[in-house]
C-alpha cells in the first residue's frame, strides 16, 4: 500500500481522533478549525483511502481479569511454506494472542499475549504453541510494568 498524501488539516484531523475516537465531528471540526461539513468530508475520505482501519475502545486488561501479560519469542523447527502457513493459521484461532510479527534474527515470531495467571500461560504454551504448531524453541517474558503503551502513531514524524 503506498502512503496517502496527507497535509497539515490532515494530520491534525487524526491525531484527534486517534486520542478523541469518541468526538462527535462538531467536536473534531472545532478542534481542528475547520466547518463540520468539511471535516466530515475529510474524515470519510480518510476511511475510504484506508488510512482510517477502524474505530475500537481500549480495554483495561487487568478489569476484565486478563492480569498476566507476557511476550513469547518462537523459533519454528521448519521454515517451508507449509510449516510457516500452518503456524500463521493456527496464531489466528489463539485468542490469547493480541499480536504476532514476524521477526528478523534468531527467534521468527514474537507474539504478545495476554491471559488470566500462570496457570492460563502454562496451558496455553503447553496446550497450544508447543503442542502441534512445529515449534522448536520458545522465550518467554512476563510483564513486570509497562512504562509505555501504544497510544496513537506518531504523527508528528510526518510533518
Not at 511476550?71 to 519454528?76: D, E, I, N, T
Not at 517451508?80 to 527467534?107: R, S, Y
Request: hydrophobic share 45%; net charge neutral.
Amino acid at each position: 500500500m503506498n502512503a496517502v498524501s496527507l497535509d497539515r488539516t490532515d494530520l491534525r484531523l487524526l491525531a484527534e481522533i486517534q486520542q478523541h475516537g469518541r468526538a462527535t465531528n462538531a467536536e473534531l471540526a472545532t478542534r481542528v478549525n475547520l466547518s463540520p461539513s468539511a471535516c466530515l468530508r475529510r474524515v470519510q475520505r480518510l476511511e475510504a483511502e484506508g488510512v482510517i482501519a477502524g474505530y475500537g475502545a481500549r480495554l483495561e486488561p487487568r478489569a476484565i481479569g486478563l492480569g498476566l501479560q507476557a511476550f513469547v519469542r518462537v523459533q519454528l523447527s521448519k521454515h517451508g511454506q507449509a510449516a510457516i502457513g500452518h503456524f500463521v493459521e493456527a496464531v489466528q484461532l489463539w485468542d490469547e494472542v493480541v499480536a504476532c510479527h514476524a521477526l528478523t534474527g534468531d527467534m521468527d515470531y514474537l507474539l504478545h499475549i495476554y491471559v488470566r495467571d500462570l496457570d492460563h500461560f502454562s496451558a496455553f504454551l503447553l496446550d497450544k504453541l508447543l503442542d502441534a504448531t512445529g515449534v522448536a524453541d520458545v522465550n518467554s517474558s512476563f510483564v513486570l510494568r509497562t512504562v509505555k503503551e501504544f497510544r496513537a502513531l506518531p504523527l508528528s514524524q510526518l510533518k
